[in-house]
C-alpha cells in the first residue's frame, strides 16, 4: 500500500513540474503524506501477539492526507474521468508488482481497512487507550473492552 501511495505522490510531483498539476487530482504532499504515515505504520507497530494491543496517536494531518487519497483512490475505481490517470497507475502498480496480482478495488479495500483500525471511534476504543496511557488496571473492563475492539476490527475486515 506504501509503496503504491508513495508512486502516486512521485507522479504527482512529476506531473506538477511539468505544469500539469491535477493530473493525479491531488498534489503530491498529500500522496507524500499518506505514504509516510503508512510507512511509519508499518515500522512503528511492533510484531503482534494475541494478547497484546498496540496504541498509536496521528496527528489530524496524517489522517486527512489518507482520508484525500483514499477518496482520489475511490473516485478512481468507480470511473471518474479527472483520475483516470491515478486508476492507470495504480492498476499497473497493483497488477504487476503484487503476487497474486491485484485490483484498484483490492488497493481501495487495503486503505479502507487502515482507516477502519485508525479511526475506530467506539467506547472499547477510549477504554483500552485510557488504560494503556494511564497505566491502570488491566481488569475485566479493559479485557471485554479489548474483545469488543477485537470484534469491531474483524467486522471490518480485518482478521488480526
Known amino acids: ?22 493530473r493525479y487530482v491531488l498534489p503530491h504532499l498529500p500522496y507524500q503524506v499518506a505514504a509516510d504515515t503508512l510507512g511509519q505504520i508499518g515500522s512503528d507497530v511492533e510484531p503482534a501477539r494475541s494478547d497484546g494491543v498496540y496504541l498509536m496517536a496521528l496527528p489530524s494531518f496524517q489522517l486527512d492526507a489518507l482520508w484525500q487519497v483514499l477518496g482520489v483512490l475511490r473516485r478512481a475505481r468507480d470511473g471518474d474521468q479527472d483520475a483516470a490517470e491515478v486508476l492507470d497507475l495504480v492498476s499497473d502498480y497493483a497488477a504487476r508488482c503484487f503476487l497474486p496480482p491485484r485490483r484498484v478495488d483490492d488497493v481501495v479495500t487495503g486503505l479502507e481497512r487502515v482507516l477502519a483500525v485508525l479511526t475506530l471511534d467506539i467506547p472499547a476504543v477510549r477504554t483500552v487507550a ?3 496511557l494511564l497505566e491502570g488496571e488491566r481488569d475485566d473492563d479493559f479485557r471485554s473492552a479489548c474483545d469488543d475492539l477485537v470484534a469491531a476490527w474483524r467486522a471490518a475486515g480485518i482478521a488480526h
Open 130 to 132: 485510557t488504560t494503556l
Open 1 to 22: 500500500m506504501r509503496d503504491i501511495v508513495a508512486c502516486l505522490a512521485a507522479a504527482a510531483a512529476l506531473a506538477h513540474d511539468h505544469g500539469e498539476p491535477e
